[in-house]
């Protein structure tokens, strides 16, 4: 398990620790989902559409119907979920 620092800046702003980016592929511009777990502060990487694109079975992408636009949004969400559950 890594362990870095990080100092909040005046504007709340906080940088991610290089050990810590080593580890976890972390992009420019990615995006972090942010939980409050008891008293920890639990930073989560948000996956791209890209990475998920493996999630459906068939392993294509849905046509334009909205039923297969919603199934389509469900799967992505539950995927999402279960791999945001998992510990390192």
Do not use: H
Not at 39 to 44: A, I, P
Not at 53 to 70: E, H, M, N, T, V
């Amino acid at each position: 398990m890594t362990t870095a620092i990080s100092t909040i800046t005046s504007k709340w702003q906080v940088t991610i620790p290089e050990e810590v980016r080593k580890d976890l592929p972390f992009k420019v511009g990615q995006k972090i989902s942010w939980e409050i777990e008891g008293d920890k502060l639990v930073g989560r990487r948000i996956r791209s559409i890209s990475e998920l694109a493996g999630c459906l079975k068939s392993g294509a992408l849905p046509a334009d119907s909205d039923d297969d636009q919603g199934a389509f949004d469900n799967a992505v969400l539950a995927r999402y979920d279960r791999i945001s559950r998992q510990k390192p």
